[in-house]
């Protein structure tokens, strides 16, 4: 059991320096530094080459590889060249919005994709069935970006909700500050939770459907227990298993999808954060959003083991000890 | 069955479409009318707005307010307009000061449908040879992996899932911001296109090796060996023919992603320079809400995105559970 849990352990550190290393590494090879890209012009060579002098990017690439993996041992991410603050804080809180718009938008697309599929599943012939079997095709066909640019279409044009950003009050606090953030979510969130939804809709009623062949409920509708119960009670369990294994795939399609949302509705997460820090080849920045990005995702993936293991006696053994151990 | 011909019908019909573009369209991409920034489209009509015949015409719009871009849609003159003249299908007058505007013009004056026509050259042609791309590298990876099994089979699989499992946005986009911003255009086109095939690609091998390595142990595998056949007349004649129905399948899940891929890319600055027309570049004036709330025609290209997307979903059918991206 501890061993398996190590294990879990030394994969996600792996998984969160591996990607930030190759990002900063990445990052620097690339043409231009920090310096220079907010410098502009106007800096003379001299200026420059002491401003590279002060942050140490006239180091070579290994001492200032090594010098950053020293500090990430001592949980110091290092300071952004851009914002001048310490990275840590800036990513933390960058990474908190960015996991407010993804979780919400994830429930979001339970709550109306789950539902729907009974429909589908018990009734296909049914009306219903057929218009939210239309219903999801389209939105299954409306990836975020294009979700996103037609909702800020329609909000601009109607008010009914912010068109952009996550507060637009300043210097609020509390309950001011949580209302006004809850204000600006419902058009990052539907961006990304309609295609979402569609697609678990779509899952949720295949595996059901084909739940409902399966001899067990034959069994059960022989012994005269009625249809809504074999659907809540058996039917339901045996296709929740192809819906839980997909959790980890949803979670790096969040992420992707947030990136773009985030750059079309100014939300302040770690999409816009990472691209700022590319564009202006903040080396100590791009690292710190692809570690926090990193292990994001491997909660997510946790999150999705462990929804695997629920929905599946069987695995429970193995992966269930990880989790409560 | 017959939505789904339909569907690929359509599919087809859109890629004529661009490749006759110069035919389509009654401007070219990059013609500028100075006197029309961000005109609103004009509609064709049998009847002048006095009510007279006029066969196939249009009123032209006239500048009123270049601040306010304001525009008055002038019926002393309607101008006629003809089919298969001028060697274009739909064709105006020729005179710069009244051009058939079927989608309305950008900031630069700049025909909104011509780009979106012309666009779908660059769009679907970087998403094309991407999905060829993918197709031949996860071929190569997963056939190799689920050929040779051992060793080969674990790294070339752990390689394949550390890309999958990241989101494939950021890996794209940060791949594309180490390199110098400005490139000449043919190596950004193959660029993007090998980012984006590599990124597609482990979707793709994983497939591949799960066929390849089941095929790989029945009979008539067995039979070919037993006959002497080379293990590479093995893999290339028994081995991947397998894998038609699933390549298929998979190639057209990837085109309308990497159609939105290169749209992203070329939205947030990181795709196609603007001097070429794709549907990415011409959504990167629709990047503010007054824009998009005063411009709408702007999005045709987010709906051209979205008509791809969804004609892919219909021709595909029932069973596109397995896309979550």
């Known amino acids: 059991m501890p061993a398996r849990l190590l294990r879990r352990l030394a994969a996600t550190l792996l998984l969160v320096v591996g990607v930030s290393s190759a990002a900063f590494l990445v990052t620097h090879l690339a043409p231009g530094d920090v310096v220079q890209t907010t410098m502009g012009f106007s800096a003379s060579q001299a200026t420059i080459a002491r401003a590279q002098h002060r942050i140490g990017l006239d180091r070579p690439l290994l001492v200032q590889w090594g010098a950053w993996l020293a500090g990430v041992a001592r949980l110091d ?25 993804a979780t919400v938008a994830f429930l979001v697309a339970l709550m109306l994709g789950i539902p729907p599929a009974f429909i589908t599943a018990t009734r296909p012939r049914s009306l219903a069935a057929h218009l939210i079997r239309v219903a ?16 800020v279409l329609v909000a601009a044009r109607t008010g009914w909700f912010p068109a952009g950003g996550m507060t637009s009050a300043e210097d609020v606090t509390g309950v001011a500050l949580l209302a006004d953030v809850l204000w600006h979510l419902p058009l990052p969130v539907a961006a990304l939770a309609l295609p979402l939804a569609a697609t678990f809709e779509r899952l ?19 012994r005269g227990i009625p249809e809504p119960t074999i659907v809540r009670r058996h039917a339901w369990r045996l296709a929740l298993k192809p819906v839980a294994a997909v959790a980890g795939l949803v979670f790096g399609a969040l992420l992707s999808g947030s990136f773009v949302v985030e750059m079309v509705t100014a939300w302040p997460g770690l999409g816009r954060l990472t691209y700022d820090a590319l564009l202006h080849r903040d080396l100590e ?6 570690a926090a990005g990193a292990l994001v995702l491997s909660v997510g993936l946790l999150l999705a083991d462990m929804a695997i293991a629920w929905s599946d006696p069987r695995v429970r053994v193995h992966v269930a000890s990880e989790v409560r151990a | 069955m017959s939505a789904r011909r339909g569907a690929a019908g359509l599919l087809a019909l859109l890629m004529l479409l661009a490749i006759a573009a110069p035919f389509v369209s009654p401007q070219d991409p990059s ?3 100075p006197d029309l920034p961000d005109a609103p489209p ?5 009847f002048t707005a006095g009510g007279q015949w006029c066969g196939l015409c249009f009123h032209p719009q006239r500048l009123v307010s270049r601040l306010e871009r304001r525009f008055e849609i002038d019926t002393t003159a309607p101008v006629p307009v003809h089919l298969f003249s001028r060697g274009r299908l739909i064709a105006d007058s020729g005179d710069p000061g009244t051009p058939l505007l079927l989608a309305g013009t950008d900031a ?10 012309f666009g779908a050259r660059a769009s679907l042609g970087v998403a094309i040879i991407a999905v060829l791309g993918a197709v031949a590298l996860g071929l190569t990876i997963g056939g190799l992996a689920g050929a040779r099994g051992g060793w080969v089979d674990t790294w070339l699989m752990r390689l394949a899932d550390a890309i999958a499992v990241l989101p494939a946005i950021y890996v794209v986009v940060t791949l594309r911001a180490a390199l110098p911003l400005v490139l000449p255009v043919a190596t950004v086109f193959a660029l993007i296109t090998l980012l984006l095939a590599v990124v597609g690609a482990p979707w793709i091998a994983r497939g591949v090796r799960a066929i390849v390595s089941v095929e790989r142990t029945l009979g008539h595998v067995e039979a070919a060996r037993a006959l002497g056949a080379s293990s590479t007349r093995i893999l290339l004649q028994h081995l991947l023919p397998a894998t038609r129905g699933f390549i298929m399948r998979q190639a057209a899940l990837l085109l309308p992603a990497f159609v939105l891929a290169e749209a992203t890319l070329s939205f947030v600055g990181l795709g196609l320079p603007d001097t070429v027309p794709s549907w990415g570049t011409s959504l990167q004036e629709a990047a503010n809400v007054s824009a998009i709330a005063a411009f709408p025609w702007l999005l045709a290209p ?14 595909l059918g029932e069973h596109d559970a397995d896309r979550v991206l």
């Not at chain 1, 595996?207 to 067990?216: G, K, N, R």
Request: hydrophobic letters at 55%; a positive charge.
């Open chain 1, 77 to 101: 991410l290092g300071t952004s060249a851009l914002y001048q603050r310490p990275v840590g804080p800036l990513v933390a809180e960058r990474a908190l919005n960015t996991a407010l718009l």
């Open chain 1, 136 to 151: 999801s095709l389209v939105l299954l066909s409306l990836p975020p970006f294009v979700g996103s640019l037609a909702l």
């Open chain 1, 204 to 222: 949720q009623a295949q595996a059901l459907t084909e739940a409902l062949d399966q001899p067990a409920i034959l069994a059960a509708r022989a």
């Open chain 1, 285 to 290: 920045l791009v690292a710190g959003c692809a």
């Open chain 2, 31 to 33: 013609e500028r009318f």
């Open chain 2, 42 to 46: 004009t509609p064709l009509r049998l």
């Open chain 2, 108 to 117: 630069s004056g700049r025909d909104v449908f011509a780009r979106l026509i």
């Open chain 2, 302 to 315: 987010a709906g051209a995105v979205f008509l791809v997307t969804l004609l892919v979903n219909v021709a």
